[in-house]
């Protein structure tokens, strides 16, 4: 956050594999930055192994080449009770991100699928509710960045699931997408995208707000986004909550957020 004072939220909670795999795991207590930004409690995991302890025995002896055996990650990041801004506040049960790799064969691209276990829950601003469906199969069926790219050359799935990838959403300072829709990337290839189905506020809405899909604007807190997906050749990132604060607040923050990926080497 950068108003009303200049503080910095570290991330104490955060897990990072070893080229060598293993496991890593962090734990959080309750923290409070300034009142602004709280949270109860967080936790994070990251691991890495293969799934096939015979196999990964002879590998040990040299008996087999590393190539041949099947190499799996598994990433998540849980926050409890999280606390942003004053007037207006924004409170959250629980957030959970997950994601779930498994090593390339001749594609070159790994299998990365959202965890079922995702969630969002108990989301409320000022005492009202909000309530974000998430779509967790989507990305799991289409666990490859060149399985995206084929669905969105299908009508059926650009109808069906479109909204998911922003196909037919229209872009400041580009062109209005055409009727068969457009996958929104980088020109290096990273494709967005998010897990997010539907929000809707259970009850009476707040004085002034607006939703656009992934999109929550809350007048005196800022721009919530839920859910955000980036897609790469050999990786994927998760984010199930980020935020553009504004008026009382001013900066950005982010809470469960992973990333997974995995290649061979040459």
């Known amino acids: 956050m950068i108003r009303p004072k200049d503080v910095v939220l570290e991330a104490h ?3 990072a594999l070893l080229v060598s795999g293993g496991r890593s795991v962090a734990k959080l207590a309750r923290t409070s930055f300034d009142g602004f930004f709280e ?3 967080a936790s994070t995991l ?4 293969f799934d096939d302890p015979a196999k990964f025995l002879e590998l040990t002896h040299r008996r087999v080449e590393e190539h041949t055996l099947a190499a799996v990650t598994n990433v998540s990041a849980e926050v409890q009770g999280l606390a942003v801004g004053r007037e207006p506040r924004l409170t959250i049960r629980r957030l959970r991100a997950a994601l779930n790799a498994r090593s390339p064969l001749g594609s070159g691209e790994p299998s990365i699928r959202i965890d079922p276990g995702v969630v969002v829950e108990g989301i409320a601003i000022d005492g009202r509710t909000l309530v974000v469906e998430l779509d967790l199969n989507t990305f799991g069926r289409l666990d490859t960045r060149s399985k995206l790219l ?4 299908d ?3 650009v109808k069906e699931s479109g909204s998911l990838l922003f196909m037919k959403t229209p872009l400041d300072g580009h062109p209005t997408p055409p009727p068969a829709g457009r996958i929104v990337q980088t020109p290096t290839g990273y494709i967005f995208g998010t897990i997010v189905k539907s929000i809707q506020w ?3 809405a707040f004085p002034g707000s607006s939703i656009d899909h992934n999109l929550v604007v809350v007048p005196g807190l800022g721009r919530l986004f839920f859910g955000e997906v980036i897609v790469a050749h050999d990786s994927r990132r998760l984010t ?3 935020m553009e604060l504004g008026s009382d607040t001013g900066g950005s923050a982010s809470a469960a957020d992973v990333q997974d990926n995995g290649m061979w080497s040459p």
Not at 46 to 49: F, L, V, W, Y
Not at 150 to 153: E, L, M, P, R, T
């Open 13 to 15: 909670g955060a897990s």
């Open 240 to 242: 199930m909550l980020r």
């Open 155 to 157: 009508p059926g799935f």
């Open 150 to 153: 084929a669905a969105a050359d």
């Open 39 to 41: 949270v109860e409690s």
């Open 202 to 204: 259970s009850g009476e």
């Open 46 to 49: 990251a691991e890495g192994k």
